[in-house]
């Protein structure tokens, strides 16, 4: 990733010192599905722009362009972005500090929450399991359907900003994992209103 995608913008020394910059994650499962969806659309990879988006227990986005990530939605640790299975996904820090200031939590009780207790999981009051999910919100339990709908609606507004990073072009949106590959549906609910991108599932 270039430098811009990269670094933090806290205090510079943060990343010259102590190393903190964005890493992202499941880069062996974006680098083989951008490949492969090249070879199905008979692109050449080195002119090939996608979004990856590798939805299972653990999430994140990737925007490739020529085979190489030039942005991706997980960060320093595997906690941003999009929610998950059980963790929180995109979290305002302000809330984390108000967690332990305001309601005396512990960093370790903080940590327990956004990695454990959130997430599909922790929206729901049910499951992180999608397809339990997905029966739950079509018999009409209302957090389930939520959990979807936030689902859906963090994973779409990545891949909108992701594209952005593509030069002008997006050649495709590829779902993989264990969400993107099996739930239909959430595929589905995700594309909603991505037409504006020229999306079409």
Known sequence: ?????????????FYEQHGIRRFGF?????QYVALR?????GRDPA????VTCHLGNGVSLTAVKGGRSVDTSLGFGTMCGVPMGTRAGDVDPAIILHLIDELHMSPKDVHELIYKKSGLKG?????N???????AALAGIARAKLALEIFAHYTRKYIAALATNLDGRLDAVIFTAGIGEN??????II????EVLGIRL
């Open 191 to 194: 594309c909603r209103g991505l």
């Open 183 to 188: 739930c239909p549906e959430a595929r589905e």
């Open 1 to 13: 990733m270039p430098p811009h995608a990269y670094i933090y913008p806290l205090e510079y020394s």
């Open 47 to 50: 002119d090939f722009r996608c």
């Open 37 to 41: 969806a090249a070879e199905f659309l």
């Open 123 to 127: 929206m729901s009051g049910l499951t």
């Open 26 to 30: 499941h880069g062996t499962s974006h």
């Open 129 to 135: 399991d999608m397809r339990d999910l997905v029966e």
